[in-house]
C-alpha cells in the first residue's frame, strides 16, 4: 500500500513535466499561430493598396485623404503600443493578442460599412488597435519558448510569413477585386480576424511566467526603456527603415510606379508581389546571415546597420532610375527594406527578461508613428502638385523621396555612432 501511495503522489509531478517531443511540438506549434497572426496584420497594412483607385473613384478622394485614411491604420497601431506593452508582460502574449483581435474585428466591419470618409478612417483606427500587438506578442513568445541565441532566424521566419500579406495585397487582391468589391473584401477580413482570435486562445500553449508586477513596477520598467541609451541609439535608423519601407510598401509603391517609371496596373501589381517575396527571403535570409556572422565576429549590431544603409541606396538607385531590371530593383527594395526587423533581437539581448515585452512594443511604437507621418507627409507632397487623371508628376514622388532619404542618411550617421557602444547579452 505504501508503495501504491508513493506511486501515485509522484505522478502527478512527472506527467507535468513535458516530454522533449511534446515541448518540441509545443515550440513550433506556438511559431506558427503567432506567425500567422501578424500575416493578418500584414494584410491589413497593405489591404488599402488594391483599395485605393476603388476609394477614389466611388468617394472621390485625393492623395492627401487616402495618405490620411491608410496612416489611421498607423495611428491606432502606434497609440496601443505602451498599453500592450504592459498588457502582454501582465497577461501574456496568447491571451492578449486573442482578445485584442476582437477590436480588428469590429474595425473590419466599420470599414466594410462605412458611408464616408469619418466611418473608413474609424475603422482603420480601430484594426490598427486590433492587430497591434500581432509582431510583439510574436516575439515576446518566441522569446520564452526559444533560446535567445535563434532570435534572429526565428524574428525573420515570422516577419517572412508575415511579409505574404504583402504578396497577397498584390496580384491576389486585383484579382479578388475583379471578383468582388472592396467592401465584401473587408468584411470577409473581419471573419478572418476572428477566426485567428479563436485559433490563438484555444490552440496556442502557456508557457509558466514568473509573478506578476504591480502597474506601477510595470510603468517604472517602461520609463527604463524610455530612458535609456541604448534604446535611442538603434530607434532614429529603425524607425525610419521600417516607416518608410511600409508608407512605401502599403500605399504609395503604386502610385510611384504609375507615375515614375509608366507601368501598367497589371505591371506594377506583379511588382509589389515581387517587393512582398523579397521581404520574406530577405527576413529568413538576414536572420541566418546574421547567426553565422556572429560566429565570424560580425556583430548582430553591425550586421543590422549594413542592412538599412543598403536600403538607402537601393532608394537612391530608383530614383536615379538606374538601368537595371525593375524585378531585381524592386526585389532589392524588399529585401533591404525588412532589415530593420533585426533591431528587435538587438534590444532581446539589451535588457532583462521582464522588459523584452515593453521594448519590442515601444519599438514598434516609433516606427509606426513615423509610417503614419510617412504615409500622410508623401500625401501632402504630391498635392502640391497638380494632379491629371489621378496621376502626379515625377518631380513631386522625387522630392518625396529625396526628403525620407535625407532623413534616413542622418539617423545611419547616428546609428554608426553607437557601434563601438552596441549592447549584447
Known amino acids: 500500500m505504501r508503495a501504491m501511495t508513493t506511486t501515485s503522489s509522484?505522478?502527478?509531478?512527472?506527467?507535468?513535466?513535458?516530454?522533449?517531443?511534446?515541448?518540441?511540438?509545443?515550440?513550433?506549434?506556438?511559431?506558427?499561430?503567432?506567425?500567422?497572426?501578424?500575416?493578418?496584420?500584414?494584410?491589413?497594412?497593405?489591404?488599402?493598396?488594391?483599395?485605393?483607385?476603388?476609394?477614389?473613384?466611388?468617394?472621390?478622394?485625393?492623395?492627401?485623404?487616402?495618405g490620411l485614411l491608410t496612416s489611421f491604420y498607423f495611428l491606432g497601431f502606434a497609440c496601443a503600443q505602451l498599453p500592450a506593452g504592459i498588457l502582454l508582460d501582465r497577461y501574456g502574449p496568447r491571451r492578449t493578442e486573442a482578445a485584442m483581435l476582437l477590436a480588428a474585428v469590429a474595425g473590419s466591419l466599420v470599414f466594410a460599412l462605412a458611408p464616408g470618409m469619418a466611418g473608413l478612417a474609424a475603422g482603420r483606427l480601430l484594426i490598427g488597435v486590433g492587430v497591434s500587438v500581432c509582431l510583439g506578442a510574436a516575439i515576446q513568445a518566441l522569446s520564452m519558448w526559444f533560446p535567445l541565441s535563434r532570435?534572429?532566424?526565428?524574428?525573420?521566419?515570422v516577419m517572412a510569413i508575415g511579409g505574404f500579406g504583402a504578396v497577397l495585397v498584390g496580384t491576389p487582391l486585383s484579382w479578388l477585386l475583379s471578383l468582388t468589391d472592396w467592401r465584401m473584401v473587408s468584411a470577409g477580413l473581419a471573419g478572418v480576424s476572428l477566426a485567428m482570435a479563436a485559433l490563438l486562445w484555444f490552440g496556442v500553449p502557456d508557457k509558466p511566467r514568473a509573478g506578476k508586477k504591480s502597474l506601477r513596477e510595470q510603468l517604472r520598467g517602461t520609463r527604463q526603456i524610455l530612458a535609456s541609451e541604448r534604446f535611442w541609439r538603434v530607434v532614429p535608423l529603425t524607425l525610419l527603415n521600417q516607416g518608410v519601407f511600409l508608407a512605401v510598401q502599403t500605399l504609395w509603391v503604386g502610385a510611384f510606379l504609375r507615375d515614375v517609371p509608366g507601368f501598367d496596373p497589371a505591371t506594377s501589381a506583379r511588382l509589389v508581389s515581387v517587393i512582398g517575396f523579397a521581404m520574406m527571403a530577405g527576413c529568413v535570409g538576414s536572420g541566418w546571415a546574421a547567426r553565422h556572422l556572429e560566429r565570424l565576429g560580425v556583430s548582430l549590431y553591425a550586421f543590422a546597420g549594413i542592412g538599412m544603409t543598403g536600403?538607402?541606396?537601393?532608394?537612391?538607385?530608383?530614383?536615379?532610375?538606374?538601368?537595371?531590371?525593375?524585378?531585381?530593383?524592386?526585389?532589392?527594395?524588399?529585401?533591404?527594406?525588412?532589415?530593420?526587423?533585426?533591431?528587435?533581437?538587438?534590444?532581446?539581448?539589451?535588457?532583462?527578461?521582464?522588459?523584452?515585452?515593453?521594448?519590442?512594443?515601444?519599438?514598434?511604437?516609433?516606427?509606426?508613428?513615423?509610417?503614419?507621418?510617412?504615409?500622410v507627409g508623401v500625401g501632402f507632397v504630391l498635392d502640391l502638385w497638380p494632379s491629371s487623371g489621378g496621376h502626379y508628376p515625377k518631380a513631386a514622388h522625387m522630392t518625396a523621396w529625396g526628403g525620407l532619404v535625407a532623413l534616413q542618411v542622418l539617423a545611419a550617421v547616428w546609428y554608426l555612432m553607437g557601434a563601438r557602444r552596441a549592447p549584447a547579452r
Open 10 to 66: 509522484t505522478s502527478p509531478a512527472l506527467s507535468s513535466a513535458p516530454a522533449p517531443t511534446q515541448q518540441a511540438g509545443a515550440r513550433w506549434r506556438v511559431l506558427a499561430v503567432f506567425s500567422l497572426g501578424f500575416l493578418v496584420s500584414y494584410v491589413f497594412r497593405g489591404v488599402n493598396l488594391g483599395f485605393a483607385p476603388h476609394l477614389t473613384r466611388e468617394l472621390g478622394l485625393n492623395a492627401g485623404d487616402l
Open 151 to 157: 532570435m534572429p532566424l526565428l524574428n525573420g521566419v
Open 311 to 375: 536600403f538607402i541606396v537601393v532608394q537612391a538607385l530608383l530614383m536615379a532610375q538606374v538601368p537595371l531590371p525593375p524585378v531585381l530593383l524592386w526585389a532589392a527594395y524588399g529585401v533591404f527594406g525588412s532589415s530593420g526587423i533585426l533591431t528587435y533581437a538587438v534590444l532581446a539581448r539589451s535588457f532583462p527578461d521582464a522588459l523584452i515585452g515593453r521594448a519590442t512594443t515601444a519599438l514598434t511604437l516609433t516606427v509606426f508613428l513615423a509610417t503614419f507621418a510617412c504615409q
